[in-house]
Nanobody
Framework: QVQLVESGGGSVQPGGSLRLSCAAS????????MGWYRQAPGKQRELVAG???????NYADSVKGRFTISRDNAKNTVYLQMNSLKPEDTAVYYC?????????WGQGTQVTVSS
């Protein structure tokens, strides 16, 4: 089992920045990739960014150049640095961890971008 705890959400004005954190615990040796998804009201959950154990990253087109995913293996933590935030980035952001045969999810953290 893997447990994921997210933090760092909140409210910010357009153009502002936030950093989300996701701390993993439990069977962390089984994780081969982690990432962030988001879900806005009335919309499907979508991939925001992902990072493999080898450090390879991928991003949704809508966040490329604005968001950066990174990981601190010593702390078993993944970060999502979000800059130049837009109102359309408003959503609940979920951390995920992939193991062979199962994907784990965090509880979600709200990000609201509004003036």
């Amino acid at each position: 089992q893997v447990q994921l705890v997210e933090s760092g959400g909140g409210s910010v004005q357009p153009g502002g920045s936030l950093r989300l954190s996701c701390a993993a615990s439990g069977s962390i040796f089984s994780i081969y990739a982690m990432g962030w998804y988001r879900q806005a009201p009335g919309k499907q959950r979508e991939l925001v960014a992902g990072i493999t154990n080898g450090g390879r990253t991928n991003y949704a087109d809508s966040v490329k150049g604005r968001f950066t995913i990174s990981r601190d293996n010593a702390k078993n933590t993944v970060y999502l640095q979000m800059n130049s935030l837009k109102p359309e980035d408003t959503a609940v952001y979920y951390c995920n961890a992939d193991t062979v045969g199962k994907r784990y999810w965090g509880q979600g953290t709200q990000v609201t971008v509004s003036s």
